[in-house]
């Protein structure tokens, strides 16, 4: 038998050795599960969106967000958006969507983030799906959700669930249609998210996304910012009241700070500038219709509400902003925030 001699020393750099190795795996391991844990939200925060977007869902908070949001002003909404996407303000972008690309009713749909149920109402009773699944993270949502499916009696069509959509898993080729309407960019985990809408759509399937693009967590550029603020300072003061706040006058834009976006809602466009570029990489892109929003979001967030649709005055206005933020997006002077984007799978 071969006997090896050790010196004190070669056990030293053994052991030294080793623990370099020990020490480089935990490095690695903690920096992996770090990557992981990016990818998803914990408990905390998946209950803190499903409490907002719960809340969020109900017809009360629907009514008092037309008077903030800028796209539910019925003038924008009609003479701009559904302009920008269709041509027509009497055509709004799920009816171009199946004026286009559904010449047929398909057999199974889904809708990934549907709060509470308005797009299933629309696709079943415009035989766009003769069946649809519908997930969303908000328990509040889908109890509203199911309510109106019963009262719009397409209840036997529709299956809700609290699903956490991020964490999603899907059926192989299940679907004909998928839809993320106004909801993607509240997703965190898109690459796996991607992967299972790819996996789930038939060969012949189509995705839609109806979807804010712009920066991650609403922090606007620098650009973006003068300009909004350079428009908003030449309003009338009439225009610049708060709805939530009356008596308050609205003087600036500013980038919210991500200690804010993460305490208000931790989904927030949490990885809106992701979007564009990962569903170049998982899908099929047929088309992309930019509808704006980079100015005008922002600009008349909580003030739209002044605006009256039967004033002449007011709409010149409107229609000037639109105008403005319209050239400039053209002119590649700033990208556009919203999209309407259809792809097809890439298997």
């Known amino acids: 038998m071969k006997f090896t001699r050790i010196s004190a020393r070669n056990v030293m750099l053994k052991g030294k050795h080793y623990k370099q190795h020990l020490y480089l795996w935990i490095q690695k391991a903690l920096m992996f599960m770090k ?30 967000r037309k008077l903030v949001s ?20 009497d055509i709004n972008w799920l009816l171009y969507l199946k004026n286009k690309y559904v010449p047929e009713k398909l057999n199974y749909g889904l809708d990934l ?35 109106n499916a019963v009262s719009e009696q397409i209840d036997r069509f529709v299956n809700y669930e609290v699903r956490d959509i991020n964490k999603i898993c899907l059926e192989p080729n299940k679907y004909d249609i998928v839809f993320t309407p106004s909801s993607a960019h509240h997703f965190k985990a898109l690459e796996h998210i991607f992967t299972e809408i790819n996996k789930s759509l038939k060969l012949s399937g189509i995705f839609a996304l109806v979807e804010y693009v712009g920066p991650s967590q609403f922090q606007w550029t620098t650009k973006q910012l003068k300009i909004m603020n350079d428009l908003l300072e030449i309003l009338p003061i009439k225009y610049r009241n708060s709805i939530t706040s009356p008596g308050t006058i609205k003087e600036r834009v500013e980038r919210p700070s991500l200690e804010f976006m993460s305490a208000h809602d931790p989904s927030e466009a ?27 979001q922002m600009l008349l967030h909580d003030i739209v509400g002044n605006f009256n649709e039967g004033n002449e005055e007011d709409i010149a206005i409107l229609k000037l902003l639109c105008f403005i933020e319209k050239t400039l ?15 097809t799978p890439r298997k």
């Open 70 to 89: 800028w796209c539910v002003h019925p003038f924008i909404e009609k003479q701009y958006v559904h302009k920008m996407i269709s041509g027509s303000p």
């Open 270 to 296: 949490i990885r809106s500038a992701d979007i564009v570029p990962l569903v170049e990489r998982y899908f099929n892109i047929i088309e992309k219709i930019d509808f704006g929003g980079t100015l005008l």
């Open 35 to 64: 990557r992981g844990k990016s990818k998803q939200m914990g408990r905390l925060e998946m209950n803190k969106v499903s409490e907002l977007w719960s809340q969020k869902a109900t017809p009360e908070d629907w009514e008092n």
């Open 329 to 343: 997006i053209e002119e590649k002077v700033i990208p556009s925030d919203f999209a309407l984007i259809v792809v």
């Open 113 to 147: 983030g549907c709060g509470s149920g308005g797009l299933e109402v629309l696709c079943l009773k415009q035989e766009i799906c003769e069946r649809m699944d519908a997930f969303d993270i908000a328990d509040g949502a889908i109890e509203i959700a199911r309510k």
